[in-house]
């Protein structure tokens, strides 16, 4: 099944109308390869479908969101951006608190260390994130070039 059909599925189970809107507004997102914020998408879709208003990519939004194909971020700036995880791989963030500035991180030792503990503690793991807050080079050099 793919994101499409898994979408629709969805709405379906959900009893509401599967629409052309929140079609079309899935497809823009699923071809963003970015940690968008709803605004941010709005504009996205506005450049390809200008009929389509911010309330119905909003509601879409929290659709998607609901029915698995992405995930929330929150970078620590108080924004929520999403990112589409269907079919792609799990990683996480280290997040620059200056700058905002962040990179996708994968460790498979970090992994291990994760289900082990999930194991360890008797938990059902249903999802998990970690985001590292810090400085990055940039900014951590700027930071230390002022302090001298």
Known sequence: MDAKQKFEQFVANEGLRHTGQRDK?????????????????????????????????????????????????????????????YNHEHHDHLICVKCGKFEEIYSPKLEKLQHELVRKYDYVQQSHKLDI????????NANAQKRT
């Open 25 to 85: 507004v899935l497809e823009v997102f699923l071809a963003t390869e970015k940690h968008v914020t709803v605004q941010e998408l709005y504009d996205l879709v506005r450049r390809k479908h200008r009929g389509i208003g911010y309330a119905t990519v909003a509601r879409t939004v929290k659709l998607i969101y609901e029915s698995g194909l992405c995930r929330q971020v929150d970078f620590g700036d108080g924004t929520l951006r999403y990112e589409h995880k």
């Open 133 to 140: 807050f810090g400085l990055c080079p940039e900014c951590a």
